[in-house]
Each structure stands twice: as structure tokens, then as C-alpha cells.
């Protein structure tokens, strides 16, 4: 579905992503997990075309992407941030079908659509007409994921889409993420801290630090057989507090 071909970014002096080859399986989720600034959101932007690489290619199904066919591609690209990115001034209706109403889709189909997927994500119509600051955090991320799906891509990239959230809407939109992911069949690259969660959502795990990925593969492989110390000192990090925290519990 997507390669990525010594990919690099630089700003200035500073190596945002030093050369990356990465490859990402269709109908797969691949989670992108690593410490602050590792290079996990620049390399999203890099796919989606909010960036430009300083060296390398990147290619989605054989078609190399470049500024020459930046909105092409992009349209088959899906992508949602955290807390949503939704235009404040525009309502619930108008920021799902922006680009479609941008691209001329033929109105029916409009229609058909928005319904659809308000039944995908289990958002009631009658919120169609609300302003973004009148829904909760869970709502939001519901029609970010909606504008995100409209044009149907084939890929489709989350940076970060739970993080705000609080734990009770975050562990029910993690159970619905799922669900959508395995019922679309979608190829899917997610951005997390949270390692339980990329565990639960990730076919593949790619951990990144200072701009480089140090392993991927499945959490089981990571834990099992680090590549470098590093592995296993952010695995054991994050594993800690919540044994901790369960021994509190009792």
C-alpha cells in the first residue's frame, strides 16, 4: 500500500526524520509509538503531503507523491488530530462534506453518505446541525473521523486521535476505532504514546526515537526480543505505573 523510500526531513539544523525506509501492508493497522519528538507526526505529515522531504520518495500504490499531484493524492488519504481539527464556524455538516462539496460530488450522493457514515460512528443526525464547541470531545473526534472517511481513501492516518479524551470516552472510542478499522477493511497508520493502545490497535508497532525507527513488529516481538536497550526500557516505562497502579487496586 505505502512505501517509504530514505525519507528524510530537516528543519534548518535540526533532523526531524533522518532517512527512513518503512513499508505499510494493506488492510493493516501500523501504530507509529516512540517518545516526545521522535518524528512519529512529521513522518504522518510527510505522507499526507503537509510537508515536503528533504530526500527520498514516498509511494502510494505504485504512484510516487509529489507537489505535482498533492491534491490528487490527497484525496486518498484520510486523515484526522488530535481533538479533531474541526472548522469552528462551520457546522457538524458542513465540515464533514467540505471537500466533497469542494470537489462538486453530486448532492445524493452527499446525502447518502453523511448518513452512512453518521451510522458508521454512531452519531445521532440531529447533531448535523451543531457547531463543533457544542460537542463533547468524543462527538468531535466521531465527525473528524466522518470528514476523514467522506471521500472513501484508501489510506487512512490518525495522529494522536484519542489523546485529549478523557479515559472513560477514550476506552469506549478505542473498542468502536477497532470495530470500524476490521468492518472497512482500511489500511491505517496511528500515532500513540500509549503503548497498551498501540498494542491493541497495531498489526505492527514501529518504534521511533530522535528521528529513527529502532524496531517494528508486533508488541510480543518488541518486549521478546528488543533491538537495543532502548526497547525495553520504553516498553518496562509504561508497563510500570500500571502494575503499580493495579497493585493499589488489589
Same mark, same amino acid.
Given at each position: ?21 518503512? +513499508? ?6 501500523? !501504530? ?15 505522507? !499526507? ?13 505504485? &504512484?510516487?507523491?509529489? =507537489? ?6 490527497? +484525496? ?19 465540515? !464533514? ?14 446525502? +447518502? ?7 458508521? !460512528? ?9 457547531? =463543533? ?19 472513501? =481513501? ?61 524496531? &517494528? ?11 537495543? =536497550? ?21
Amino acid at each position: 500500500m505505502l512505501t517509504l523510500s530514505r525519507v528524510s526531513k530537516r528543519y534548518n539544523d535540526t533532523i526531524a526524520l533522518a532517512p527512513t525506509d518503512l +513499508q505499510v501492508t494493506t488492510g493493516e493497522t501500523t !501504530v507509529l509509538i516512540g517518545p516526545s519528538g521522535c518524528g512519529k507526526s512529521t513522518l504522518l505529515r510527510l505522507i !499526507v503531503g503537509l510537508s515536503q522531504p528533504n530526500s527520498g520518495i514516498i509511494t502510494l500504490e505504485g &504512484t510516487v507523491l509529489s =507537489p505535482a499531484n498533492l491534491l490528487q493524492m490527497r +484525496q486518498r488519504i484520510g486523515y484526522v488530530i488530535q481533538e479533531g481539527g474541526l472548522f469552528p464556524h462551520l457546522t457538524v455538516h458542513d465540515n !464533514v462534506i467540505v471537500m466533497a462539496r469542494y470537489l462538486r460530488r453530486d448532492a445524493d450522493w452527499i446525502a +447518502q453518505r453523511l448518513t452512512e457514515l453518521a451510522q458508521l !460512528v454512531r452519531l445521532p443526525l440531529k447533531l448535523m446541525s451543531r457547531f =463543533p464547541a457544542e460537542l463533547s470531545g468524543g462527538q468531535r473526534q466521531r465527525v473528524s473521523l466522518m470528514r476523514a472517511l467522506m471521500l472513501d =481513501p484508501e489510506l487512512l492516518l490518525l495522529d494522536e486521535p484519542l489523546g485529549a479524551l478523557d479515559p472513560m470516552i477514550r476506552y469506549e472510542l478505542q473498542r468502536e476505532l477497532k470495530s470500524i478499522f476490521a468492518q472497512l477493511g482500511k489500511t491505517v497508520i496511528m500515532v500513540t504514546h500509549d503503548i497498551a493502545e498501540a498494542a491493541f490497535f497495531g498489526h505492527t508497532l514501529v518504534l521511533m526515537r530522535d528521528g529513527h525507527i529502532v524496531q &517494528t513488529g508486533p508488541l510480543k516481538i518488541l518486549a521478546q526480543n528488543p533491538a537495543e =536497550p532502548f526497547v525495553e526500557q520504553f516498553i518496562t516505562a509504561q508497563r510500570e505505573p500500571m502494575e503499580r497502579f493495579a497493585k493499589v487496586l488489589g
